[in-house]
């Protein structure tokens, strides 16, 4: 089955400094790739999302890339706010009609003021 | 438009004991999916429902089951409760396709 790795497992910056969490999969079949943002008490907030077709998807802030042949993705924030800090999860699915979220381990990001 | 709302939000049960969680998906939402997350991990799928059946499951025991209402609102119920049920559980709602939209989660104690 699909397993997920995810690093680092804590990341620390500074406001207005960018972070970078970086996750790699097994499955190569896996299409779509969501991250989630969990802060603490509440449950994971989709915040990005991209598919199998797509290289590199932007929202405000918020980026990710797709590298399918090194079957790695990743999740890059720029300008981070200490709103920010939170534990972010990527997951992998490998989509036939049924949707199976895998996720890595979680990066707990702290952004200092 | 409320999103998904679970119930309850804390709960401690004794071992051995059964409890019941539910789930209320986001409107137009048919598909409820359960994930347990142990502190300081990732969720794990537990299975998902759609049309009132099960159609995947993840490596849980039989201990683990569900339900679906005709209304697309969910059960999750384990019996015979272990100290290593402890956890988060999170329910997920989507519209069938891809993206899943989780609840608070229900925080369960086994004591």
């Known amino acids: 089955g699909e397993n997920v790795e995810q690093h680092p497992s804590t990341l620390s910056v500074q406001e207005g400094d960018s972070a970078v969490i970086k996750c790699t999969y097994s499955?190569?079949?896996?299409?779509?790739f969501p991250w989630y943002k969990q802060e603490l008490g509440k449950g994971p907030q989709l915040i990005i999302d991209?598919?199998?077709?797509?290289g590199e998807k932007k929202d405000q802030r918020i980026a990710v890339t797709l590298n399918k042949t090194a079957k790695h993705f990743s999740l890059h924030i720029t300008e981070t706010q200490p709103e920010d800090s939170a534990v972010y999860f990527c997951a992998a699915v490998r989509f036939t009609g049924f949707q199976k979220l895998v996720f890595g381990t979680g990066t707990r990001l702290l952004v200092s003021p | 438009d409320a999103g998904v709302t679970q119930s309850p939000t804390h709960l401690i049960k004794t071992r051995g004991q059964q409890v019941t969680l539910r789930c209320s998906p986001k409107s137009g939402h048919d598909t409820v999916s359960w994930y347990q997350q142990a502190l300081g991990q990732g969720p794990q799928f537990i299975f998902q429902y759609y049309e009132e059946e099960e159609r995947q499951r993840g490596n849980f025991p039989d201990r683990f089951s569900g339900h679906q209402f005709p209304n697309y609102s969910s059960e999750l119920n384990v019996n015979a409760l272990l100290l290593g049920d402890s956890a988060l559980y999170l329910c997920?709602?989507?519209?069938?396709?891809?993206?899943?939209?989780f609840g608070q989660g229900t925080r369960l104690t086994v004591v």
């Open positions: 499955d190569s079949a896996s299409n779509y």
């Open positions: 997920a709602s989507s519209p069938g396709g891809l993206g899943a939209f």
């Open positions: 991209i598919r199998s077709n797509v």
